[in-house]
T-cell receptor
Framework: DTAVSQTPKYLVTQMGNDKSIKCEQN?????MYWYKQDSKKFLKIMFS???????INETVPNRFSPKSPDKAHLNLHINSLELGDSAVYFC??????????????FGPGTRLTVL | AQSVTQLGSHVSVSEGALVLLRCNYS??????LFWYVQYPNQGLQLLLK??????LVKGINGFEAEFKKSETSFHLTKPSAHMSDAAEYFC???????????FGTGTRLLVSP
């Protein structure tokens, strides 16, 4: 199936640990994103990559580091996890910026719980 | 800076009733506007989008939205609610040349029998 997939779906970890979330899309898109949805359901963009290059970097702590090994993958590594990092993280992808519209396709989300 | 305001964190309707979810946007440039739906424990699914073509946009599942520049609004409607419409709905705005979606705070639609 063509889709945006994320692993793991659930992640429970202790404060101070380092963890990674993986995202893959097989839609042939050039741009990928990470969004964070907090406990109040508020969604906010964190990062965006276009053809493996960082194009959006919102005000996100340096503990968060995205990595794009190729344009089909965008992983999110988080160092020294804090309680406030608990959220649902969504990956998304879309066609290149040059198209007429920018529909984003979202993955199923990764629920991160920091204890 | 762009922003979106969704009035009402919860909207309750009876099955068969009209659904109206409100969205007002702020943008210094002509915007792209979107409505996404999120079912429990799932990702977001695009319902419909406005990209400067027709102001009345039809989406999936019988939903539609009308872009009103004078009111800076993009309200989502459906003539007759179905139980399966119960979900969280997000309005979002984006600049044409910059693919950053700015989301509203969401509206939970509750549908009662």
């Amino acid at each position: 199936d063509t889709a945006v997939s994320q692993t793991p779906k659930y992640l429970v970890t202790q404060m101070g640990n380092d963890k990674s979330i993986k995202c893959e899309q097989n839609l042939g898109h050039d741009t990928m994103y990470w969004y964070k949805q907090d406990s109040k359901k508020f969604l906010k963009i964190m990062f965006s990559y276009n053809n493996k290059e960082l194009i959006i970097n919102e005000t996100v702590p340096n503990r968060f580091s995205p990595k794009s090994p190729d344009k089909a993958h965008l992983n999110l590594h988080i160092n020294s996890l804090e309680l406030g990092d608990s959220a649902v993280y969504f990956c998304a992808s879309s066609q290149d910026i040059g198209t007429n519209y920018n529909e984003q396709f979202f993955g199923p989300g990764t629920r991160l719980t920091v204890l | 800076a762009q922003s979106v305001t969704q009035l009402g964190s919860h909207v309750s309707v009876s099955e068969g009733a009209l659904v109206l979810l409100r969205c007002n946007y702020s943008s210094s440039v002509p915007p792209y506007l979107f409505w996404y739906v999120q079912y429990p424990n799932q990702g977001l699914q695009l319902l419909l989008k406005y990209t400067s073509a027709a102001t009345l946009v039809k989406g999936i599942n019988g939903f539609e939205a009308e872009f009103k520049k004078s009111e800076t609004s993009f309200h989502l409607t459906k003539p007759s609610a179905h139980m399966s419409d119960a979900a969280e709905y997000f309005c979002a705005v984006s600049e044409k040349s910059f693919q950053k979606l700015v989301f509203g705070t969401g509206t939970r639609l509750l549908v009662s029998p």
